[in-house]
């Protein structure tokens, strides 16, 4: 079994359930236990973390009224 988290908190479940081997793609917001770091990022956010609180808002408002989506899925 090929296991995929999308959530933090899964993937962490995951973990202590003893199925990280399993575990083949994580979010890109994933960054626990420490071994999580090798596994592929299978998400991301189209919004830049690195700007203030205001611009990350900002950010959101204008992606959400343009009916776009926050976040991508990795299919490949």
Same mark, same amino acid.
Do not use: W
């Given at each position: 079994?090929? /296991?995929?988290?999308?959530?933090? =908190? ?7 359930? +003893?199925?990280?081997?399993?575990? *083949? ?13 090798? /596994?592929?990022?299978?998400?991301? =956010? ?7 609180? +205001?611009?990350?808002?900002?950010? *959101? ?16």
């Amino acid at each position: 079994m090929r /296991i995929v988290s999308l959530t933090p =908190s899964a993937s962490e479940i995951v973990f202590e359930l +003893g199925l990280g081997s399993r575990l *083949v793609g994580i979010s890109h917001e994933c960054n626990y236990p420490k071994e999580i770091d090798i /596994i592929e990022k299978v998400s991301s =956010s189209s919004i830049d973390p690195t700007g203030s609180q +205001g611009e990350i808002d900002h950010q *959101v408002r204008e992606t959400l009224q343009s009916n776009a989506t926050l976040y991508q899925i990795n299919t490949e």
